[in-house]
Nanobody, 124 residues
Framework: QVQLVESGGGLVQAGDSLRLSCAASGRTFSNYAMGWFRQAPGKEREFVAA????????YYADSMKGRFTISRDNIKNMVYVQMNSLKSEDTAVYYC?????????????????WGQGTQVTVSS
């Protein structure tokens, strides 16, 4: 079992930055690839970014490339996503997810463990 707790969400203005954090506990964190997903009201959950078990590979949705950066710290059992140049369409609940694999995945159904989410609201 892996427990995930997200933090760092909030209300910001368009063009601002936020860094979301996800604290993991339970099983050996370095055995898991990690991902971030988001879900806006009335929309399906969508992929944001993912990172391999040791951080050597990262994956991004096209709309986040160049604006978002995912990273992890296997000593602290943390995964982060730095979000820059935020837009109103980035408003969503952001979820951290864990997948027992070396590589990340773009698909939500390949992640077994999920956090409760943190709200990000970007005002225009």
């Amino acid at each position: 079992q892996v427990q995930l707790v997200e933090s760092g969400g909030g209300l910001v203005q368009a063009g601002d930055s936020l860094r979301l954090s996800c604290a993991a506990s339970g099983r050996t964190f370095s055995n898991y690839a990690m991902g971030w997903f988001r879900q806006a009201p009335g929309k399906e959950r969508e992929f944001v970014a993912a990172i391999s078990w040791n951080g050597d590979r990262t994956y991004y949705a096209d709309s986040m490339k160049g604006r978002f950066t995912i990273s992890r710290d296997n000593i602290k059992n943390m995964v982060y996503v730095q979000m820059n140049s935020l837009k109103s369409e980035d408003t969503a609940v952001y979820y951290c997810a864990a997948r027992r694999a070396n590589s990340g995945s773009y698909y939500a159904n390949e992640y077994r463990y999920w956090g409760q989410g943190t709200q990000v609201t970007v005002s225009s």
